[in-house]
């Protein structure tokens, strides 16, 4: 499935005996099989970069954006140096993270629009001015390589977010891209196939002709930019050589899809969230992934001593609607697309937050079989907070331990958005739409709050332990028994086993747990969520900790 790393130390004792003074070396080999990372089972966490931490305040203001805006939407200073600071002090480490999505770095429009929610910035990303440079909101490109190994090597794969669908929209400073590239109306109705392609998501967001095949040039405003900045001869060149290599036309997308798939080459990230999915033509997708899956082929080559492992690059889909209950089709009423079939490994799975009111057997049970059935080979991405999602599961932040146990025990990927680990509210008085899910990290709280630490500390057991057993995300699951509650989930591959055991709901103090199916007497089990140790005998564990629940392993 995945390359399994294996460390072999050898241990050489020289045995010299009085009889016969010739030595005797005898090695005794000792093989430790660590645990492989999945993309399929993996923990990801998703956060908007200006909204969780500003590690540069030097950055907090370009470009002269400093008008007043609408509450929550204006550039708040988090910053590319912000998320390299607490990788480094080992927040996502502690979380059990193992995957970071950020939302996007490139340089977005310099002014802000007025449209029914009040004078808001490009802050979260998705108004593209220029794909090939980085926002100095965010950061430099110094910052994201520096990102990049630090994550690394601390076992964390890096996601960025690809806008193909449109740019920012036009402000009094930012015109409007050629006709050529864009178009400006009509707006999309969602009512069929091409009333979602071939139109604009809002007013004033110009729609890239994402289907022209037609030679276009550059628009006069980058080319000057680029003059400006002294890389006009360098960005031509690379361009000339890329469409010379793939035969592509000059079309829209295709420059595009050259600009994304170079942060692949250059800063070695291991995975794209594509945006907007099901508003561009399918086929698209078929030829983004192609050379992602080069530049990232290119990237390790050049860079052998970086390589982690033999994951291919990581792409997921945002199709708006998706449940995994329709396995691989979407259906815009008059045409299905099964948008697996065109590049992606997962989508993501905005039914989950409807599925996790059910008892914790129906759902686990339910997409056990789903992911080793239906989709097997690809994945979802199951999520309970986004920044787009007004109707979350908890909306009130009451149900924090609750949302941390279904997500992160169910089967798929699992995306923490920013704050669920804390509570972070998503109630912001004076906010308009989506901007009230998409306030700071609430890193005070964290570090004075008891309620609120005994909730991360919830959500970091349970994170380190779906971390460190891919068999959760992408294990058999099987039930033990009903009252109490407890399962397992197995996974095997050629080169990696992995079992493990979970109880929920669990009478606090002395419990009994039947782990007979899994585990044989006098093995060495450890409670990952109170730390006990406990030897099997007749086939059980029997443990006594102040918890309702229990994380088994072998030791």
């Known amino acids: 499935m995945k390359k399994i790393f294996i460390s072999i130390i050898y241990i050489v004792t020289l045995l ?27 923990n990801l966490y998703f956060l ?64 802000g629009t007025d449209e029914g929610t009040g004078f808001t910035y490009g802050f979260h990303g998705y108004w593209t001015k220029d794909w090939t440079a980085l926002d100095p909101n965010f950061g430099t490109k110094e910052d994201l390589h520096e990102l ?4 690394h090597k601390n076992g964390i794969r890096i996601v960025m977010d690809a806008v193909i669908n449109h740019t920012g929209p036009v402000t009094d400073l930012d015109t409007v891209w050629p006709n050529d590239w864009v178009r400006t109306e009509p707006q999309c109705n969602y009512q069929s196939y091409k009333t979602t392609t071939a139109c604009t998501l809002v007013k004033n967001l110009p729609d890239i002709l994402t289907e022209s095949d037609q030679n276009v040039e550059l628009p006069d405003f980058l080319v000057q930019k680029w003059k400006n900045e ?36 250059e800063f070695g990230i291991d995975g794209y969230r594509a945006d907007t999915v099901k508003h561009i033509e399918e086929s698209v997708w ?14 390790k080559k050049s ?123 998503l109630i912001i008085e004076g906010t308009e739409g989506d901007a009230t899910l998409r306030s700071n990290m609430n890193w005070e709280q964290i570090n004075s709050d008891k309620k609120t630490q005994e909730i991360l500390n919830h959500w970091q057991k349970l994170g380190q332990f779906r971390r460190d057993h891919p068999a959760i ?39 009994q747990i039947n782990i007979s199916l899994i585990f044989k007497d006098g093995d060495v089990l450890i409670d990952k969520y109170s730390e006990k140790e406990v030897t099997v005998k007749n086939g059980s564990a029997n443990l006594n900790t102040p918890f309702d629940i229990v994380l088994l392993e072998k030791k």
């Open 16 to 42: 010299i005996s009085c009889d016969n003074p010739k030595q005797k070396e005898i090695a005794k080999v000792e093989t430790k099989i660590q645990t492989p990372f999945i993309w399929e089972g993996a």
């Open 48 to 111: 908007l970069t200006d909204r969780f931490n500003n590690g540069d305040q030097t950055n907090d203001i370009n470009y002269n954006r400093t008008k007043e805006t609408a509450i929550l939407r204006d550039f708040e200073g988090g910053d590319i140096k912000g998320i390299i600071q607490k990788i480094e002090e080992g927040y996502f480490t502690d979380l059990g993270i193992n995957a970071i999505w950020f939302t996007p770095v490139v340089e977005q429009i310099h002014g």
């Open 148 to 151: 990049v190994n630090v994550a």
């Open 230 to 265: 002294g890389r006009y001869e360098q960005e031509i060149a690379e361009l000339d050589a890329f469409f010379e290599r793939t035969g592509y036309p000059r079309a829209p997308r295709f420059y595009i899809i050259k600009w994304l798939t170079d942060y692949i080459t």
């Open 286 to 299: 078929s030829d983004f992934k192609e050379q992602c899956d080069f530049a990232f082929a290119e990237w």
């Open 303 to 425: 860079h052998p001593d970086k390589v982690l492992d033999d994951n291919n690059f990581f792409l997921f889909a945002e199709v708006y609607g998706y449940n995994i209950s329709n396995a691989k089709a979407f259906d815009f009423g008059d045409k299905k697309v099964n948008y697996f079939d065109y590049g992606f490994d997962a989508m993501i799975n905005f039914e989950f937050k409807y599925n996790s009111k059910n008892d914790y057997e129906e759902n686990f049970l339910r997409y056990s079989n789903i992911l080793n059935n239906e989709i097997k080979g690809n994945t979802v991405i199951n999520y309970l907070t986004s920044h787009d999602d007004g109707d979350p599961f908890d909306k009130e932040r009451k149900k924090s331990i609750e949302t941390a146990t279904k997500l992160l025990l169910s089967p798929g990927i699992s995306q923490v958005y920013y704050g669920d680990e804390s509570a972070r509210s």
């Open 473 to 511: 995300g992408v294990g058999i699951h099987h039930m033990i028994s009903k009252t109490p509650y407890v399962f397992s989930r197995t996974l095997k591959t050629d080169n990696f086993f992995d079992k493990i055991i979970v109880g929920l709901d669990l009478p606090i103090g002395s419990k």
